[in-house]
């Protein structure tokens, strides 16, 4: 069954950093844009960051410009989000996708099940 693996989540102090990832697992990343979104408790999923397929232009939520960085390795099917000087406000569960736009998601797309990101003193 294809679908997206994610790992690298947990518990980080503020100022800290993690490195998620999102592995394809039965398909393949390359034509694919990549998202990455988040849901914090209470609150509507919000975009996050993507990365285009053609060109691997990224553009980044203003939130978290400047501290976090998608990247994708379409040799080991993978993307990648690094994140820097965790916020307690970045507490959240994160998924990665192959669209930049949640809403445009459809048959032939691909989610993960979520990673709780928790950023905690």
């Known amino acids: 069954q294809a679908q997206f693996v994610e790992s690298g989540g947990g518990l980080v102090q503020p100022g800290e950093s993690l490195r998620l990832s999102c592995a394809a697992s039965g398909f393949s990343l390359h034509h694919y844009p990549i998202g990455w979104f988040r849901q914090a408790p209470g609150k509507e999923r919000e975009a996050v960051a993507c990365?285009?397929?053609?060109?691997?232009?990224?553009t980044y939520a203003d939130f978290v410009k400047g501290r976090f960085a998608i990247s994708r390795d379409n040799g080991k099917d993978t993307a990648y989000l690094q994140m820097n000087h965790l916020t307690p406000e970045d507490t959240a569960v994160y998924y990665c996708?192959?669209?930049?736009?949640?809403?445009?998601?459809?048959?032939?797309?691909?989610w993960g099940q979520g990673i709780q990101v928790t950023v905690s003193s």
């Open positions: 996708a192959t669209d930049c736009d949640w809403a445009q998601l459809g048959s032939y797309d691909y």
């Open positions: 990365i285009r397929s053609t060109d691997g232009r990224t």
